[in-house]
């Protein structure tokens, strides 16, 4: 419990921290937050024009193919606000460079520091948008949203938080292998993008991967599924055993690659 409250103390430091930096260079903010809304307005609209050409696709409307973008963008949100930055700027570079050793030493969460609570201002103003599309795509579904959906939708979208940063972990945990991971950042965005797809329109053999080896069906498909009342309770005795096998394999690796890391000194 000790360790828990130092991490939520460091986690607010570093969002401190990350406000100051970014306050310096307001220009800047006023483009984020233009560019994330053009962004996000775009592809509603992309989808608005093909869905004028059909009423749905394998089983998806276009309001719920909003709804599944709108999760989406909030998800992608909420990692490049918290996670993104710990993972690229701090855990990849320290063990290329051999510099692991100078955070190994320190009486915290090595792996929570290494991998999550930093705070970049870029992903904060996606939240709007992301809002935005999810309250527009509302206006085409006929469903009312219970409060069981609602509440399962958040579970269900704080464990594909979880899971999002548990990949982006295991991709760059390679580092402690390969020394250079700069490739990895083009397979993880591509992967990441595929989020936003529902898995109805892929092929069962790919559907079974999204959920299970490579599971991205859980940021955005499954909250979406989930709100929509459409995911069955039966559900999320699966996703529990799936997240305590994936913390498994995640402390596993971080174990053995603390054993294979080499700092400058050694």
Do not use: C
Not at 10 to 39: C, D, H, P
Not at 72 to 89: C, D, Q
Not at 91 to 107: M, N, S
Not at 217 to 243: C, D, Q, R, S
């Amino acid at each position: 419990m000790k360790q828990f409250y130092k991490n939520i103390k460091l986690t607010f430091r570093k969002i401190r921290l990350g406000i100051m930096v970014y306050l310096e260079y307001r220009s800047s903010l006023l483009f984020y937050t233009l560019s994330s809304f053009a962004w996000a307005i775009s592809s509603i609209v992309l989808q608005k024009f093909l869905f004028e050409e059909i009423v749905e696709l394998k089983g998806w409307t276009f309001g719920e193919f909003a709804l599944l973008n709108g999760i989406y963008n909030l998800a992608f949100a909420f990692f490049i606000m918290f996670s993104w930055g710990s993972v690229y700027e701090e855990f990849r570079p320290a063990v290329r460079e051999g510099r692991l050793d100078r955070i190994l030493t320190k009486p915290l969460s090595h792996k929570f520091f290494l991998t999550f609570g930093s705070f970049d201002i870029v992903g904060f103003f996606h939240l709007l948008p992301s809002f935005f599309i999810i309250i527009y795509a509302s206006r085409f579904l006929t469903f009312d949203f219970s409060i069981l959906n609602i509440s399962l939708s958040i579970i269900y979208f704080l464990i594909g938080q979880f899971i999002l940063n548990s990949i982006v972990y295991l991709f760059y945990a390679t580092t402690f292998w390969l020394t250079s991971a700069e490739h990895i950042s083009s397979a993880f965005w591509t992967l990441e993008s595929q989020s936003k797809t529902p898995l109805e329109v892929l092929p069962r053999f790919v559907r079974a991967a999204f959920l299970s080896i490579i599971p991205i069906g859980f940021v955005a498909y499954i909250p979406a599924k989930a709100l929509l009342g459409e995911l069955p309770l039966v559900f999320l005795p699966y996703t529990i055993f799936f997240i305590l096998f994936l913390t498994f394999v995640n402390r596993t690796v971080w174990n053995l690659g603390v054993r294979r890391y080499e700092s400058v000194s050694s």
